[in-house]
């Protein structure tokens, strides 16, 4: 490996946002972009009279009901490092997506509302971190506003996340008390104001906390802080850089993102604290990002980013070797050669072409239809990268055709929207009709919708008496086969006709698995 690659994997951090709905996500991502110099302002997302929208929500119907819905990369410098941002979807309908760009990252920061502790999505995405040993770092969001005792946050998220929590800095009161934070990281005092705008902020140096500039400051609430501070030096855990990266112990910090304070602490600590990108495991063998020969995998599908081109892009994350503009590499699962000829690279303003890109950094192919979730490409070893889960859906709709004519451009669109993860698209092994299955409501009025728009073809969905899916197996053929005769009425084939047992209870899915010990039923499935 070269000198000039070593350094550029070395300064890459690539990440994800986890957080509830409303937990101030998309703010926080704004406020990053923002000290990273990759926007100019800041401004309210959400707001309809406001004219910009945040980078990373484009979509009609984000637009629409101010959520995200699909998933951005952006890329920014900050100091020394090259930083890949992957804003991941917060509405509760939408975290298939979420967890499999969870797949892509080397770290996470997870906002937590300190009103509302931890919250049921969080918990779900920190099960996708944890099949990775993910590091994740903490920001405690909307100190502005009254919350819960930073000491009863910490609590919760030790007890629901089951991780260790370390504070790196600590609140001055909150709400209309809230006069700052104290850095425990650094030993520097930061006084708030409330800012929408500024990127710099200076802090108040103050090594020791006796100091009677603290009362100057803080008035009466400089005795509390010393409190506080002097209950944490004997109560909490000390930080661990090994535990950190082994996902076992989460930095935490305090702020508020809307006013821009406390993301630069969190900033510095994460670009200082989180990890390069590191190795990658395959079927065969552990990649390391520093072999010379190119390979990355596809971990999202996104159509129609460009509408007037029709366009849908693969994103890829590499991770070993070079990508250099015209390369010539090999899409593993169909066995051809491609030259990568126009990819490009997510830049918070916008696309542009990428003339090279390092393990850790996210480019985008063009896709003409070729391209699945998970597709490993190469420049000349077979691989095939493991880890990219599909999961077993918890809802279920019957597709219903308004237009019967149209059954051709049906199977075109849900197969397309199948391959991207945007539903999962079930067809019954007897029989006709296509039964969706998602893990959020959701995702079956995006999918309709566009099915409407990309491909002309007016359909609507309705209830269906199902509640679970799992994918089943056997060792056996005979067994198997057994299964299949006996349960003909809920076996379905899934987009990549793996076989799928759909049942019309909970009770129903248990009582079966009991019934037949020899055959495997798995809420989770690589990609094929």
């Known amino acids: 490996m070269s000198g000039h690659n070593r350094k550029q994997i070395e300064k890459c951090r690539t990440f994800g946002i986890i957080s509830h709905p409303d937990a101030g996500k998309t703010t926080l991502t704004e406020k990053l972009l923002l000290f990273g110099g990759a926007i100019q302002m800041a401004g309210a997302v959400k707001s309809r009279k406001v004219e910009r929208k945040a980078t990373s929500d484009w979509m009609d119907i984000e ?40 797949t892509a990252v080397d770290s996470a920061i997870m906002v937590i509302d300190s009103a509302k502790g931890v919250e049921a999505q969080t918990e779900k995405l920190m099960e996708v971190c944890r099949m990775r040993n993910t590091p994740i770092i903490t920001f405690i969001n909307k100190l502005d506003r009254d919350g819960l005792p930073p000491l009863d946050v910490i609590a919760d998220i030790e007890e629901k996340l089951q991780i260790e929590c370390t504070p790196f800095s600590w609140p001055i009161g909150m709400g209309k008390n809230f006069k700052g934070v104290y850095n ?32 100057e400051l803080l008035g009466s609430q400089a005795d509390e802080l010393r409190e506080d501070i002097d209950l944490l030096e004997g109560a909490a855990n000390p930080f661990e850089p090994a535990q950190f990266l082994n996902g076992g112990q989460s930095p935490v910090f305090f702020g508020s993102a809307v006013n821009n304070f406390g993301v630069k602490e969190l900033l510095d600590a994460f670009v200082e604290n989180a990890p390069c990108p590191g190795p990658r495991e395959t079927t065969t063998r552990e990649i390391l990002p520093g072999e010379e020969p190119f390979s990355g995998f596809v ?65 985008g192919i063009h896709n003409h239809g070729t391209i699945k979730i998970g597709d490993t490409f190469s420049s000349k070893e077979p691989l095939k990268f493991t880890g990219i889960p599909n999961f077993a859906p918890k809802l279920f709709r019957r597709v219903i055709l308004k237009n019967p004519m149209k059954s051709k451009q049906l199977q075109n669109g849900l197969t397309q929207l199948a391959e991207e993860g945007a539903v999962q698209v079930f067809r019954p092994r007897l029989g006709s009709g296509y039964i969706l299955g998602a893990v959020g409501e959701l995702q079956f009025e995006v999918t309709m ?9 007016d359909a609507i969905y309705e209830p269906v008496e199902l509640a679970d899916a799992r994918w089943i197996n056997c060792d056996e053929r005979k067994k198997l086969d057994q299964f299949i005769s006996k349960n003909q009425a809920g076996i379905f084939l899934d987009a990549e006709d ?31």
């Open 184 to 215: 425990l990281y650094r030993k520097e005092l930061q006084l708030f104001t409330a800012s929408r705008q500024s990127r710099e902020r200076s802090g108040t140096t103050i090594n020791d906390l006796s100091d009677p500039r603290l009362d």
């Open 299 to 363: 971990f999202k599908i996104q159509a129609n980013m460009n509408p007037a081109h029709r366009d849908r892009i693969a994103f890829l994350r590499i991770c070993s070797g070079k990508f250099t503009r015209g390369m010539k590499v090999i899409h593993h699962r169909v066995g051809k050669e491609i030259t990568l000829a126009n990819a490009t690279i997510f830049m918070a303003q916008g696309r542009t072409n990428v003339e090279e890109a390092y393990p850790g950094d996210i480019i």
């Open 449 to 457: 919708a566009r099915l409407k728009n990309e491909y002309r073809v």
């Open 63 to 102: 637009q629409e009901r101010g959520i995200s819905v699909t998933t951005s990369v952006m890329k920014f410098s900050y100091r020394d490092f090259e930083i890949n941002l992957l804003d991941t979807p917060g509405h509760r309908d939408f975290s298939e997506d979420t967890y499999r760009v969870l």
């Open 498 to 528: 793996c076989l799928t047992y759909l049942a019309p209870s909970q009770w129903h899915i248990g009582y079966v698995m009991e019934q037949w010990p020899e055959i495997t039923f798995t809420k989770i499935r690589e990609y094929v």
